[in-house]
């Protein structure tokens, strides 16, 4: 069967508060005549609704102009129809000016096989591009729930919660916050906050110049969750499974972890690494840290063998744990040894000068 496509930007362009649902030999209605709300400080705005069946939709394609930045709301419910709110909000001198800059901005709708690709555009080289007044679009989209999403646009702020079934984000200068997730997660960015909740599957962050944060996650069974940050805090509060964490030059604090499958990895330079592990047995923790303090809190019962190294002038304590040691194996700035039997392994290595703490609780 062919796939229908429908662009639907010459019916909704300048249509304020229309609900319009196309279907098979539908119609698009004639243009109309955009309203103008006046909302005080030089602000001015416009709205409108869309709305297409959902039968046969899976996928959800967000775009966004590079020269256009705003909010994008997405949420799941049970509907058979996506909705789509767009707000455009102008700051200019002149109620005139907003009804030209109105134009300058359209929401395009196209589907195509399982895919519902919504698209934000403005007009190339448009007139608030290095001006002293703006223009930004506020978007709420509604979905069925277990979608896979994929958004792409700059200087956005997302506010994404599922279920979906993957989600994909690829921006800069905003701030993501995404929630329940089932299959696969990947947020990208730069000068981008995260804000990670109960995702599961893979998962993979990564930004820079912002913080990351994590809350009660699952990772696959073969693959580490993987954060990455540069000049940013990571944070991870509740998450089971494996995780690889790279950074520099800002904290990592990791809390109630529950580390089986694949080796999970902590990588820093300049980063302080705080990580509390709450089930252990026969994991594999790797930490590699350049001049700054490693803590670690594990459980008392802790089952593994140690092999901690600090560089000249660091120094290593453990409390709470019975480490079982060999004289040959003891000198400075090293500590090989074995708590239980030694079922995992905890290997640190902070270069430069730093220190690790290891502690039983």
């Known amino acids: 069967m062919t796939p229908h496509r429908h662009n639907l930007s010459a019916a909704f362009l300048g249509i304020a508060w229309a609900t319009i649902v196309l279907g098979a030999g539908a119609t698009e209605p004639s243009a109309q005549v955009v309203k103008i709300q006046k909302l005080g400080g030089g602000r001015f705005m416009s709205e409108s609704v869309q709305q297409i069946p959902v039968p046969g939709i899976s996928k959800l394609h967000l775009i966004g102009s590079s020269n256009l930045g705003g909010t994008v709301t997405l949420t799941t419910r049970p509907v058979d129809s996506v ?12 109620a005139d000016m907003a009804y030209d800059w109105e134009r300058l901005i359209a929401c395009d709708l196209v589907l195509s096989d399982s895919i519902l690709t919504i698209d934000l555009k403005a007009q190339s080289n448009a007139p608030w591009q290095g001006s002293e007044w703006s223009a930004r679009a506020e978007v709420t989209v509604t979905i069925p729930p277990d979608w896979d999403i994929n958004v792409g646009a700059r200087f956005f702020e997302f506010d994404l919660a599922g279920p979906f079934g993957a989600a994909v984000v690829d921006t800069e200068f905003g701030r993501v916050k995404l929630q329940r997730v089932t299959r696969r997660t990947s947020v990208t960015g730069s000068y981008t906050a995260i804000e990670l909740a109960e995702v599961r599957g893979e998962i993979s962050a990564q930004t820079s110049y912002a913080d990351l944060e994590v809350r009660g996650a699952i990772s696959a069974a073969e693959r580490a969750a993987r954060l990455v940050n540069t000049s940013g805090s990571i944070s991870v509060r509740g998450l089971a499974g494996a995780v690889d964490v790279e ?22 330079s300049n980063a302080p690494i705080e990580a509390e592990i709450i089930e252990f047995g026969d994991a594999q923790l790797e930490v590699r840290n350049g001049n700054a303090p490693v803590s670690l809190k594990v459980p008392r019962s802790l089952s593994a063998r140690l092999n901690l190294v600090v560089g000249i002038g660091g120094r290593i304590h453990t409390e709470g744990l019975i480490v079982q040691t060999h004289p040959n194996q003891l000198r400075t700035g090293r500590l090989e040894g074995v708590c239980g039997s030694g079922q995992g392994l905890i290997d640190v290595d902070v270069s430069g000068f730093g220190r690790i703490d290891l502690t039983g609780r």
């Open 247 to 268: 950074t520099e030059n800002a904290p990592v604090t990791l809390s109630d972890l529950v580390l089986v499958g694949s080796e999970s990895s902590l990588r820093g």
């Open 83 to 94: 909705r789509v709110e767009l707000v455009k909000v102008f700051r200019v001198p002149s």
